[in-house]
């Protein structure tokens, strides 16, 4: 499903004249049955309304695609531009259910909205002008509102990648033969290896 925001507050007003508020907007699809057939039919600029309990399609929207509807006395006939019966809903407590198969795969879901930061994090910090392209056609499902203006000063990950370490101070005096000797005894105090033999290798010099 793709989610977008909406900019514009808009409202509309249900059955019982009340004026409910639109959350976000969006894409998906739905797959109905008819006479054991399947379509997958892809339902675009869907409203998402929290106060809402039920998924509605609004006929007139409907037949503004070029879609056919029809109403019989409990059954309702839904044919798309080519004349194809595509849907059929049937006539349950003074509505028309959509006859759709049932999808046992989503337990859960949940309206999220994704920003160009969070994209830029998850396509592995791609740059700016391939993640615009994404958005602008180039892959399916990519949809945020800002545009896609992410520098690379503006993560903090991807500046901690182009950093590179200073090199090491040359010196111009060696270490002394305390300090070497003293290396030398702590490597000693370990002791040395044993071999299969049962022989022991020590370090000296």
Same mark, same amino acid.
């Given at each position: ?18 004026? %409910? ?12 049955? /008819? ?23 609004? %006929? +007139? ?7 056919? /509807? ?6 309702c006939y839904i044919h798309n531009q080519r004349n194809e019966l595509i849907a059929t809903a049937n006539l349950k407590n003074g509505v028309y259910k959509l006859n759709t198969v049932k999808s046992e795969k989503v337990l859960a879901a949940a309206v999220q909205t994704t ?23 180039? %892959? ?16 903090? %990950? ?18 002394? /033969? ?7 005894? +702590? ?5 040395? +290896? ?9 370090? /000296?010099?």
């Amino acid at each position: 499903m793709e989610v977008r925001k909406v900019h514009d507050m808009k409202k509309i007003i249900v059955a019982n004249n009340m004026t %409910v508020p639109v959350v976000c907007a969006g894409n998906t699809q739905i797959t109905t049955l /008819v006479n054991n057939s399947q379509f997958d039919i892809k339902v675009n600029n869907i409203l998402y309304i929290p106060n809402l309990t039920t998924n509605l399609l609004s %006929v +007139s929207q409907l037949i503004a695609k070029g879609n056919k /509807v029809t109403f019989k006395t409990d059954v309702c006939y839904i044919h798309n531009q080519r004349n194809e019966l595509i849907a059929t809903a049937n006539l349950k407590n003074g509505v028309y259910k959509l006859n759709t198969v049932k999808s046992e795969k989503v337990l859960a879901a949940a309206v999220q909205t994704t920003d160009a930061k969070q994209w830029h994090r998850r396509l592995g910090h791609i740059n700016s002008n391939d993640l615009q392209k994404m958005k602008n056609g180039a %892959v399916e499902g990519i949809s945020f509102d800002m545009k896609a203006d992410i520098q690379k000063i503006n993560c903090q %990950v991807c500046c901690e990648g182009k950093q590179s370490r200073l090199p090491f101070q040359l010196r111009n005096h060696r270490s002394s /033969v305390n300090a070497r000797f003293s290396s030398l005894r +702590s490597v000693w105090a370990y002791g040395g +290896s044993i071999d299969w033999t049962g022989k022991i290798f020590s370090i /000296v010099c």
